[in-house]
């Protein structure tokens, strides 16, 4: 089956303006994370949905920062009045949390959306 | 804290040389460890995990628990080696959340 995808791949904004990136998880994984990737920052855990429990948003960094996951399926990650230090690679990520099957751990990347706020 | 920390940013070497990726965790007990790589305009992706003990495109990683280390080696680097590594370690102990290290950039030139 096909791998988690994302979009857009590229979005250049302007600064104050608002972006929705979006992540399509792969079909029965109930895990979702949001990353964030600068240059030299490493992966910064942004949230975290499993199933329909309520997310871990503790990694947003703030309040302009949102997700949401209809559905238990797509997710939306939205940055409202874009800075330039939003600018970042936004990576999504989902994994087999299934307490019935035997659960590696490992987590399926997207090939990230690329912003950039001028 | 418990974390993952890989202490170089960037790992220079040429081909054919031994290269070594260093990653140190402050977990007590045996954690499961792994290494992600992320090829040039490629996705992040698990290179190998702890627990299988096994070989992948001539890296391997062993759970040093005495100097608490799981260093990514390989003999002899290939330039198609050169990407990012993470290490990290997978959800536990109650923690959904799993743990990367900061990465670290290899270039093998030619």
């Known amino acids: 089956g096909a791998g988690v995808s994302q979009s857009p791949s590229n979005k250049v904004t302007e600064k104050g303006k608002d972006v929705e990136l979006r992540c399509d998880p792969i079909?029965?994984?109930?895990?979702l994370y949001w990353y964030r990737q600068s240059l030299g920052q490493g992966l910064e855990f942004l949230i975290y949905?499993?199933?329909?429990?309520?997310?871990?948003k503790s990694g947003l960094p703030s309040d302009r920062f949102s997700a949401e996951r209809t559905g238990g399926s797509v997710s939306t990650l939205t940055i409202q009045r874009t800075q330039q230090e939003d600018s970042a690679v936004y990576l999504c990520?989902?994994?087999?949390?299934?307490?019935?099957?035997?659960?590696?751990?490992?987590?399926?990347f997207g090939e990230g959306s690329r912003l950039t706020v001028l | 804290a418990q974390r993952v920390t890989q202490p170089e940013k960037l790992l220079s070497v040429f081909k054919g040389a031994p290269v070594e990726l260093k990653c140190n965790y402050s977990?007590?007990?045996?954690?499961?460890l792994f290494w992600y790589v992320q090829y040039s305009r490629q996705r992040l992706q698990l290179l190998l995990r702890?627990?299988s003990r096994e070989s992948i495109k001539g890296f391997t990683a062993d759970l040093n628990k005495g100097e608490t280390s799981f260093h990514l080696k390989k003999p002899f680097a290939q330039e198609e080696d050169s990407a990012m590594y993470y290490c990290?370690?997978?959800?536990?102990?109650?923690?959904?959340?799993?743990?990367f290290g900061r990465g670290t950039s290899l270039i093998v030139h030619p």
């Open positions: 990520a989902s994994s087999l949390r299934d307490p019935h099957r035997v659960n590696t751990g490992e987590l399926f």
């Open positions: 079909s029965g994984h109930t895990a």
């Open positions: 949905f499993q199933g329909n429990s309520a997310p871990d």
């Open positions: 977990y007590s007990g045996s954690p499961e």
């Open positions: 702890h627990i």
């Open positions: 990290a370690r997978p959800p536990a102990g109650g923690s959904y959340i799993p743990t």
